[in-house]
Structures are given as structure tokens and as C-alpha cells.
Antibody, heavy 119, light 107 residues
Framework: EVQLVESGGGLIQPGGSLRLSCAAS????????MSWVRQAPGKGLEWVSV???????HYADSVRGRFIISRDSSKNTLYLQMNSLRAEDTAVFYC?????????????WGQGTLVTVSS | EIVMTQSPATLSVSPGERATLSCRAS??????LAWYWQKPGQAPRLLMY???TRATGIPARFSGSGSGTEFTLTISSLQSEDFAVYYC?????????FGGGTKVEIK
């Protein structure tokens, strides 16, 4: 059974850093396109970043230069290193799997982890 | 960036009735369009991809159509579990973008 479990969220001050983890089971993270998607409280969905199976990376303009996506194949885990956090980064962060390489419709999502940026 | 516009923002429907949700892209996304539904406190769930292909386990009362810039999600006979927020998403061009959502509520 495919499962994605995020962790690492919490309350952080503006300008701080946080690393989110997404532990996968039931499939191999390194063989799929994996993304982070976020949702601010009461708002819609915003795609954040993708890591291709082949290693290519894309970021949304809103996080480029501040966030870094990566994976650890030995742990079958996806990460999102978030630096220089701002109040507007407050959101539930989901990791999600693309159903097929090059076709970034997300067939599996984690339960999400809440990041709150506030002083 | 491709802007995805969903309408209406809220749709009030009685159980058993048909619901039609629209999604428009600011430029062509071919058929690289997905639909999701999300219930309060839950992660989104994939309903449709390729504009018209139902995801695994999605009942046949859900159907999708369209290509290019105009897309429709139809629920033929609303069940109680279908009341949720629905999002469309294009995956043709980076960055991936979502519509603002349509809330389907009980009339």
C-alpha cells in the first residue's frame, strides 16, 4: 500500500529555517516525480517544488532561492529545506506523487504538516 | 504562469441532482488537466487526469471533458459524500497551477 507521511512542521519565527520530511512506503521515491504542494489556512492549493526521478528540479517563483527539495534514496524520503521563512509561507505542506513521469497529476498525497511562521 | 479559473465559486445542489463544474485556463494546456476533491481536514484526492480519465476507485458518476482551455467536471447524481471542494490543476506548463476551487454544498 502506498503511503506518504510528512513531518517536521511547527511554529517558526520569520527568517528561520525548517526541514520537512516525507517518508514514503509502498513505492520507491527515486523512481517517481515527487512534489511539495502547500495550502494556506482557508485558501487553495499552491504547487511549491518538484524533483524528477532523473534529478531535475523546479520551484515556484515564490520560493525559489529560499527552499531546496531533495531526497534520500536509502531512507525512501523526500525533503523540503525551507530557509528565510516569511509569514506568507504559513500553510499545510503536502508531499504528493505524480501518477506518471512527465504527467504531474498527483495520485497520492500525504496527510500534510502545518508550518506556522510567526513571531 | 497559466491562470486557472474555476466557476462557480460555490454550487448549491440537492442530493441526487446533477452538478457541473467549470475550469478555464488562460492558455491551452492540451489535455493535461486534473481534478481533485478535498474534504475539510483532509488531503486532496485525485478524481480525474488527462481531463477525462477517472482515477482508480472513482465512481462512474464522475466524468470529465474538455481540452485546450475549457474543461468541465460533471457529477451525474450527487451523493452525500460528494459535498466537498473541487480543484482543477494544469500540468502542461511549469509552474503547475491550480484553480481557486468550487465548493459543492448541500442545497
Amino acid at each position: 500500500e502506498v503511503q506518504l507521511v510528512e513531518s517536521g512542521g511547527g511554529l517558526i519565527q520569520p527568517g528561520g529555517s525548517l526541514r520537512l520530511s516525507c517518508a514514503a512506503s509502498g513505492f520507491t521515491v527515486s523512481t517517481y516525480y515527487m512534489s511539495w504542494v502547500r495550502q494556506a489556512p482557508g485558501k487553495g492549493l499552491e504547487w511549491v517544488s518538484v524533483l524528477y526521478s532523473g534529478g531535475t528540479i523546479h520551484y515556484a517563483d515564490s520560493v525559489r532561492g529560499r527552499f531546496i527539495i531533495s531526497r534520500d534514496s536509502s531512507k525512501n524520503t523526500l525533503y523540503l529545506q525551507m530557509n528565510s521563512l516569511r509569514a506568507e509561507d504559513t500553510a499545510v505542506f503536502y508531499c504528493a506523487r505524480a501518477y506518471r513521469d512527465g504527467h504531474n497529476a498527483f495520485d497520492y498525497w500525504g496527510q500534510g504538516t502545518l508550518v506556522t511562521v510567526s513571531s | 504562469e497559466i491562470v486557472m479559473t474555476q466557476s462557480p465559486a460555490t454550487l448549491s445542489v440537492s442530493p441526487g441532482e446533477r452538478a457541473t463544474l467549470s475550469c478555464r485556463a488562460s492558455q491551452s494546456v492540451n489535455s493535461d488537466l486534473a481534478w481533485y476533491w478535498q474534504k475539510p481536514g483532509q488531503a486532496p484526492r485525485l478524481l480525474m487526469y488527462g481531463a477525462s480519465t477517472r482515477a482508480t476507485g472513482i465512481p462512474a458518476r464522475f466524468s470529465g471533458s474538455g481540452s485546450g482551455t475549457e474543461f468541465t467536471l460533471t457529477i451525474s447524481s450527487l451523493q452525500s459524500e460528494d459535498f466537498a471542494v473541487y480543484y482543477c490543476q494544469q500540468y502542461n506548463i511549469w509552474p503547475l497551477t491550480f484553480g481557486g476551487g468550487t465548493k459543492v454544498e448541500i442545497k
